[in-house]
Structure formats: structure tokens, C-alpha cells
């Protein structure tokens, strides 16, 4: 058992922090403030191969796994970036780029990741529903076949880059539920070219991540090749799993990137604020004590993620890789939510001005509460799928 960074990640985790001081928080708040897409930043992690790491070379990209990924996520995260760090490798290599890679037939690697690896194509994925929300089971967005086409009817919610993407892979319902012998049949996956006059795509306002907009979309009888399904027909439900383990991670190294830089600039700030007499308020144990803790238990989620993306990257069974993944996401949450949190107790009022960046932390690190997965969804996975409890829902 290894701890250590080989020589190449290293390499990855230094490329990541240059590029992230290069864009640091400043940069990142001038764009959620403008609503627009760091579209400098996008280049430079395209031109240093990061939006192809997990590609094979035979397609454009690097040929390493989620482990060199993860890698670069996290510094890029703490280094300056925060969640911006992390969304866009998301919403492009591991939407389109990983799940093409292990699910989509020769002719979709052919067309798609070449321009994914080199940072020319954005990607995004037509998942979550109005109605559905966690349960993708519930999907209602239908793909009927039409002669040698597929069309498909549906809406979409919270589709993140669906106003920027060249490329989607939309997740619906091919065989009723009804009509299934067991519930987690019936659902294909899909792949079209964007933007389309039937696909309607409206922005969302939100809270925060401004910086890529979360988008409405509508299927208004969208129809596709009969090659744009990703094979197999009906067996979609267990490629999304291997889709959303790796979000999953992605997730978590957001978290303990963003922790870390919110602890980061609480220490550095600790030091020099002073407040009562010539003692800077980073000796006091009110501060230090919950920084300290935060960051211990962040460092053990930390190596938990990597352990998932090790499990991930040898083939182990989906099993051993969703227990992995929700316990080092169920810590990281917890403790990051803690770490930045506390990040804003050191700044006092402070923490609350945007100049000081920690309020966009704080936005930021508390859609990782709800997304890509609830907190409280993660803990049942635990509860029923490691500790061997009663299933907590139906």
C-alpha cells in the first residue's frame, strides 16, 4: 500500500496549482459576479491536457485514470479555483468524455473525444427530472423507435452547461416501467450534437456557481439516428452508476479542494488579525481546535476518494466502488461545510463581504450538501449497503 504521488502526479498536482494561481479567487469572483464562463480558464486546462487525462491516447487524451484526475481537480480547487476548479472537468470529461470511454460504441469515441481531449468540445449530461429528482428510476423522459430513428419527449432539470454544450447524453425511459421485470431495467442512453432547434434549453437562476449556467431542457420530439444509442438498449441504469461513482468523486475532491482553501486564507488571516492587545486571534483555541479537527478528518476523506478512484481504475466490482464513494463523500461534506464554515468565524463581518471570498465558498461548498447526490441519500447507501440495515426507502 502506497501513499505517495508518483512522479507524473506530481507533475499534474504542480501544473494544477500553477494554473489555479494563475486564476485565483479574484478572477473567479469577477465571473459568478458577470454570470460568465471562465472561458480563459477553460483554455488553459485544455492546452494542459487535463480535459483529456482519462481518455485513451488513441483518442487524443493522456490514458491515465480518475486517481491523475482527482489529482488535478483537488489542486486546482485549492490553489485558488474553488468549485470552479472541478465543475467544468465534470460537466465534460467525466459527463462525455468517462462515460463515452467505458460505454459508448467505437464510431461515439471516434467523433467525440477527440475534441473533448483537447478541450474543443463541452459536454453535458440530460439527467435529473422535475418529478424524479434522486430517483432516476422515475425517469419519464421517453426514447420510442420510429423506423430507424429514436424519438424522444421529455424535460430536464438542473442540466448544467446544456446552453454551452456541443455534445449531451441524455438519459431516458425505453421500455415503461410497467413493462420491466426488475425496476432498474428500461433506460438507454443517448447521444446528440447541440445546440438543436427541438432541444429547448432555458438557464435557471440560482444561488451560486454562476460561472456555468444549471439550464431546463426540453425534448420536443427530438429525433436521433438509430446509432445514438449508447448499447445496450435498456440496460442504461447500470451505465449512469458507473458515470455518477466518478461525479461522485469529483464531488468530493471539490469538497476537500474548497476546504482547503478556506482554511488556507483563515490561517494566513489568523495570524496577522489581532483584536484584543498584541495576540493575533489565530492563537485562540476557539479557532484553532474546529480548523484542526476539520482538517483531520478532511485529510482521511481525502485518502478515502483515492482509494475509490483506485477501485474505480483496477475494475472492482460497482460494490466495493459505492461504498468507498459515499463514505469518503459523506466525510468530506461534512467536515468541508465545518472547514468553511469556520474559515468564516475567523474573518468575523468580514467573511460576509465578497471581497474576502469566503461567502462564495460557503455557497459554493453547501450544493455539495445536495448534489450530485444528498447527504442523507449517502447515508442510506451506508447504512443498507455497508452496515447491512433495513433499505431506509421505497
Given at each position: 500500500?502506497d501513499?505517495?504521488?508518483?512522479?507524473?502526479?506530481?507533475?499534474?498536482?504542480?501544473?494544477?496549482?500553477?494554473?489555479?494561481?494563475a486564476?485565483g479567487?479574484?478572477?473567479?469572483?469577477?465571473?459568478?459576479?458577470?454570470?460568465?464562463?471562465?472561458d480563459?480558464?477553460?483554455?488553459a486546462?485544455?492546452?494542459?491536457?487535463?480535459?483529456?487525462?482519462?481518455?485513451?491516447?488513441?483518442?487524443?487524451?493522456?490514458?491515465?485514470?480518475?486517481t491523475?484526475?482527482?489529482?488535478?481537480?483537488?489542486?486546482?480547487?485549492?490553489?485558488?479555483?474553488?468549485?470552479?476548479?472541478?465543475?467544468?472537468?465534470?460537466?465534460?470529461?467525466?459527463?462525455?468524455?468517462?462515460?463515452?470511454?467505458?460505454?459508448?460504441?467505437?464510431?461515439?469515441?471516434?467523433?467525440?473525444?477527440?475534441?473533448?481531449?483537447?478541450?474543443?468540445?463541452?459536454?453535458?449530461?440530460?439527467?435529473?427530472?422535475?418529478?424524479?429528482?434522486?430517483?432516476?428510476?422515475?425517469?419519464?423522459?421517453?426514447?420510442?423507435?420510429?423506423?430507424?430513428?429514436?424519438v424522444?419527449?421529455?424535460?430536464?432539470?438542473?442540466?448544467?452547461?446544456?446552453?454551452?454544450?456541443?455534445g449531451?447524453?441524455?438519459?431516458?425511459?425505453?421500455?415503461?416501467?410497467?413493462?420491466?421485470?426488475?425496476?432498474?431495467l428500461?433506460?438507454?442512453?443517448?447521444?446528440?450534437?447541440?445546440?438543436?432547434?427541438?432541444?429547448?434549453?432555458?438557464?435557471?437562476?440560482?444561488?451560486?456557481?454562476?460561472?456555468?449556467?444549471?439550464?431546463?431542457?426540453?425534448?420536443?420530439?427530438?429525433?436521433?439516428?438509430?446509432?445514438?444509442?449508447?448499447?445496450?438498449?435498456?440496460l442504461?441504469?447500470?451505465?449512469?452508476?458507473?458515470?455518477?461513482?466518478?461525479?461522485?468523486?469529483?464531488?468530493?475532491?471539490?469538497?476537500?479542494?474548497?476546504?482547503?482553501?478556506?482554511?488556507?486564507?483563515?490561517?494566513?488571516?489568523?495570524?496577522?488579525?489581532?483584536?484584543f492587545?498584541?495576540?493575533?486571534?489565530?492563537?485562540?483555541?476557539?479557532?484553532?481546535?474546529?480548523?484542526?479537527?476539520?482538517?483531520?478528518?478532511?485529510?482521511?476523506?481525502?485518502?478515502?476518494n483515492?482509494?475509490?478512484?483506485?477501485?474505480?481504475?483496477?475494475?472492482?466490482?460497482?460494490?466495493?466502488?459505492?461504498?468507498?464513494?459515499?463514505?469518503?463523500?459523506?466525510?468530506?461534506?461534512?467536515?468541508?461545510?465545518?472547514?468553511?464554515?469556520?474559515?468564516?468565524?475567523?474573518?468575523?463581518?468580514y467573511?460576509?463581504a465578497?471581497?474576502?471570498?469566503?461567502?462564495?465558498?460557503?455557497?459554493e461548498?453547501?450544493?455539495?450538501?445536495?448534489?450530485?447526490?444528498?447527504?442523507?441519500?449517502a447515508?442510506?447507501?451506508?447504512?443498507?449497503?455497508?452496515?447491512?440495515m433495513?433499505?431506509?426507502?421505497?
Amino acid at each position: 500500500m502506497d501513499f505517495n504521488l508518483t512522479e507524473e502526479q506530481k507533475m499534474i498536482a504542480s501544473s494544477a496549482k500553477e494554473i489555479a494561481e494563475a486564476f485565483g479567487p479574484e478572477y473567479w469572483r469577477q465571473k459568478e459576479e458577470k454570470g460568465e464562463f471562465g472561458d480563459e480558464f477553460w483554455k488553459a486546462i485544455g492546452d494542459a491536457g487535463f480535459v483529456g487525462i482519462a481518455i485513451p491516447e488513441e483518442y487524443g487524451g493522456s490514458g491515465r485514470g480518475t486517481t491523475e484526475l482527482l489529482t488535478a481537480m483537488e489542486e486546482l480547487a485549492a490553489n485558488g479555483c474553488g468549485m470552479a476548479g472541478v465543475w467544468y472537468l465534470i460537466l465534460t470529461e467525466v459527463f462525455g468524455g468517462l462515460s463515452i470511454v467505458r460505454h459508448g460504441a467505437e464510431e461515439h469515441k471516434r467523433k467525440y473525444l477527440p475534441g473533448i481531449a483537447k478541450g474543443e468540445l463541452e459536454f453535458c449530461m440530460a439527467l435529473t427530472e422535475p418529478d424524479a429528482g434522486s430517483n432516476t428510476l422515475n425517469t419519464k423522459t421517453t426514447a420510442k423507435k420510429q423506423g430507424n430513428e429514436w424519438v424522444i419527449e421529455g424535460n430536464k432539470t438542473f442540466i448544467s452547461g446544456a446552453d454551452r454544450a456541443k455534445g449531451m447524453m441524455i438519459v431516458a425511459r425505453t421500455t415503461p416501467k410497467e413493462k420491466v421485470t426488475k425496476k432498474t431495467l428500461g433506460l438507454s442512453l443517448f447521444l446528440t450534437d447541440l445546440p438543436h432547434e427541438l432541444v429547448e434549453v432555458k438557464p435557471i437562476p440560482k444561488h451560486g456557481i454562476n460561472y456555468s449556467h444549471s439550464c431546463q431542457v426540453s425534448f420536443n420530439g427530438l429525433r436521433l439516428p438509430e446509432n445514438a444509442l449508447m448499447p445496450p438498449q435498456d440496460l442504461g441504469w447500470y451505465s449512469v452508476l458507473d458515470t455518477l461513482n466518478p461525479e461522485r468523486m469529483s464531488f468530493t475532491a471539490a469538497a476537500v479542494g474548497i476546504a482547503r482553501l478556506a482554511i488556507n486564507k483563515a490561517v494566513d488571516y489568523s495570524k496577522q488579525r489581532k483584536v484584543f492587545g498584541d495576540v493575533p486571534i489565530g492563537s485562540y483555541q476557539g479557532l484553532q481546535f474546529p480548523l484542526a479537527e476539520a482538517y483531520a478528518t478532511l485529510e482521511a476523506a481525502r485518502l478515502l476518494n483515492f482509494k475509490a478512484a483506485s477501485l474505480f481504475d483496477n475494475g472492482a466490482d460497482a460494490a466495493s466502488v459505492g461504498a468507498a464513494v459515499n463514505m469518503s463523500s459523506v466525510a468530506a461534506v461534512e467536515n468541508a461545510t465545518k472547514a468553511v464554515y469556520w474559515a468564516m468565524q475567523v474573518f468575523g463581518g468580514y467573511g460576509y463581504a465578497k471581497e474576502y471570498d469566503i461567502e462564495r465558498w460557503w455557497r459554493e461548498i453547501n450544493l455539495i450538501r445536495l448534489a450530485p447526490l444528498t447527504h442523507q441519500m449517502a447515508l442510506n447507501y451506508i447504512g443498507e449497503h455497508v452496515l447491512g440495515m433495513p433499505r431506509a426507502y421505497y
